[in-house]
């Protein structure tokens, strides 16, 4: 069970406070996400104190829930006010869209615990100038780091084996990156659009360079 504390409440990720969105008709759609929002919102209201602490500490063990874009992570409402974040060690993988848009977000450190990040888990994160990735991750998903514009650097661990397409495509402001010998796999634009790129070791096991790997 995943919960996620902002202040002093801890609240489980797991609760819902409203319903998905089902219908395929885009007016109703659209009228069931805006209810969506506003209910999640009031929920969130209620169950959290006025003044914030910009930190959110997770908590809990073991494989985290993967969130779509009908169903964000129940802190995506507040997520401008995320300054830093709190994982716990025994979490073994991050899951999709987990922190998407966070752009308050200025660094993440990931527990040597986790293995997977997911897909679009930290998209957006438009003002995380700092990553430490833990020494278990292996599989970095599809668009897992695109758009943190201000990364200033990339440390890959050793393990590493898959890095999915667009994993960090448009970190503009990495300048050197190493893919270990460990790597068995480079998705298309993994370092897309890294404008202040000057150096690349690819040492990775692969037989063919990725379509668009650093364009």
Same mark, same amino acid.
């Given at each position: 069970?995943?919960?996620?504390?902002?202040?002093?409440?801890?609240?489980?990720?797991?609760?819902?406070?409203?319903?998905?969105?089902?219908?395929?008709?885009?007016?109703?759609?659209?009228?069931?996400?805006?209810?969506?929002?506003?209910?999640?919102?009031?929920?969130?209201?209620?169950?959290?104190?006025?003044?914030?602490?910009?930190?959110?500490?997770?908590?809990?063990?073991?494989?985290?829930?993967?969130?779509?874009?009908?169903?964000?992570?129940?802190?995506?409402?507040?997520?401008?006010?995320?300054?830093? &974040?709190? %994982?716990?060690? +025994?979490?073994?993988? =991050? /899951?999709?869209? !987990? @922190?998407?848009? #966070?752009?308050? $977000?200025? *660094?993440?450190?990931?527990?040597?615990?986790?293995?997977?990040?997911?897909?679009?888990?930290?998209?957006?994160?438009?003002?995380?100038?700092? &990553?430490? %990735?833990?020494? +278990?991750?292996?599989? =970095? /998903?599809?668009? !897992? @780091?695109?758009? #943190?514009?201000? $990364?200033? *650097?990339?440390?890959?661990?050793?393990?590493?084996?898959?890095?999915?397409?667009?994993?960090?495509?448009?970190?503009?402001?990495?300048?050197?990156?190493?893919?270990?010998? +460990?790597?068995?796999? =480079? /998705?298309?634009? !993994? @370092?897309?659009? #890294?404008?202040?790129?000057?150096?690349?070791?690819?040492?990775?096991?692969?037989?063919?360079?990725?379509?668009?790997?650093?364009?």
């Amino acid at each position: 069970r995943w919960g996620y504390q902002s202040g002093r409440p801890k609240i489980s990720s797991t609760g819902d406070a409203c319903g998905c969105v089902k219908t395929t008709e885009w007016k109703h759609y659209v009228e069931n996400l805006r209810n969506y929002a506003e209910k999640r919102a009031a929920y969130l209201k209620k169950a959290m104190p006025e003044t914030l602490t910009g930190t959110l500490t997770i908590t809990g063990s073991g494989d985290m829930e993967n969130y779509t874009e009908q169903n964000m992570a129940p802190w995506y409402p507040i997520r401008d006010q995320i300054l830093r &974040l709190q %994982l716990p060690e +025994g979490l073994t993988s =991050i /899951g999709s869209l !987990a @922190f998407y848009e #966070c752009r308050e $977000l200025t *660094a993440v450190t990931i527990p040597s615990t986790v293995t997977t990040i997911g897909s679009y888990a930290f998209a957006k994160c438009s003002d995380m100038g700092l &990553l430490n %990735l833990g020494s +278990g991750v292996k599989n =970095i /998903g599809e668009s !897992a @780091f695109s758009d #943190c514009y201000t $990364l200033a *650097a990339l440390s890959l661990p050793g393990g590493v084996q898959r890095l999915g397409a667009k994993a960090f495509y448009r970190c503009e402001s990495i300048p050197t990156v190493h893919v270990p010998a +460990g790597v068995t796999y =480079i /998705g298309m634009s !993994a @370092f897309g659009y #890294c404008k202040k790129m000057v150096s690349a070791d690819i040492q990775a096991n692969i037989s063919v360079i990725p379509e668009y790997l650093f364009f």
